[in-house]
């Protein structure tokens, strides 16, 4: 479910995600794409925003307002905080951050879960990342646990510039 392309800078890894892309979309496969920077492996899930803003893209508001009522408020609450799509959802007048930060983070970390694997269930999703070894600690957690699920159907296509051991083995 997992596939990292590495070498040396200008071998042509961005360009086989191009070919990739033509022809998964050409088989009607979702396919999305993310770059990741040097400037956001700090951030926690920059790189997950970052696939979740693309995958609400690819859908239209009422869809986003239907997956959004599968969350509940404490996670659209946090979501809302990382993904900009999810900024137009109304929250209830009461919502506030939960005491706690361990919490609101479980909170997140939850209603990404949710979103994933609801993303999983559906057809085969292409999620493609260039420079992967840029991508954020956190990020990375969430995208090991999803690729090992069972029953995902989110397959990873990532490039890097490093040779070696791959970022998601256990």
């Given at each position: 479910?997992?596939?990292i392309?590495?070498?040396?800078?200008?071998?042509?890894?961005?360009r086989?995600?191009?070919?990739?892309q033509?022809d998964t979309?050409?088989?009607?496969?979702?396919y999305i794409?993310?770059?990741?920077?040097e400037?956001?492996?700090d951030?926690p899930?920059?790189a997950l925003?970052?696939f979740?803003?693309e995958?609400l893209?690819?859908?239209?508001?009422?869809e986003?307002?239907?997956?959004?009522?599968?969350?509940d408020k404490d996670?659209?609450?946090e979501?809302k905080?990382?993904?900009?799509?999810?900024?137009?959802i109304t929250?209830?007048?009461?919502?506030?951050?939960?005491?706690?930060?361990?919490q609101?983070r479980?909170?997140?970390?939850e209603?990404?879960?949710?979103?994933?694997?609801k993303?999983?269930?559906?057809?085969?999703?292409v999620?493609?990342?260039?420079?992967f070894?840029w991508?954020d600690a956190?990020?990375l957690?969430?995208?090991?646990?999803i690729?090992?699920?069972k029953?995902?159907?989110?397959?990873l296509l990532a490039?890097?510039?490093m040779?070696g051991e791959c970022?998601?083995?256990?």
């Amino acid at each position: 479910k997992a596939v990292i392309i590495s070498g040396s800078s200008g071998v042509g890894k961005t360009r086989l995600l191009e070919e990739v892309q033509r022809d998964t979309q050409a088989k009607g496969i979702k396919y999305i794409r993310i770059n990741s920077f040097e400037e956001d492996i700090d951030k926690p899930y920059a790189a997950l925003a970052g696939f979740l803003e693309e995958y609400l893209k690819s859908l239209g508001k009422e869809e986003i307002k239907l997956l959004s009522d599968t969350l509940d408020k404490d996670q659209l609450y946090e979501l809302k905080n990382i993904v900009p799509a999810f900024k137009e959802i109304t929250l209830p007048q009461e919502t506030k951050p939960v005491d706690g930060l361990p919490q609101r983070r479980l909170n997140l970390i939850e209603g990404i879960l949710k979103i994933m694997g609801k993303i999983g269930q559906e057809a085969t999703t292409v999620l493609a990342i260039d420079d992967f070894h840029w991508v954020d600690a956190a990020s990375l957690e969430i995208f090991y646990y999803i690729f090992r699920l069972k029953d995902s159907r989110v397959v990873l296509l990532a490039t890097a510039l490093m040779d070696g051991e791959c970022l998601l083995t256990g």
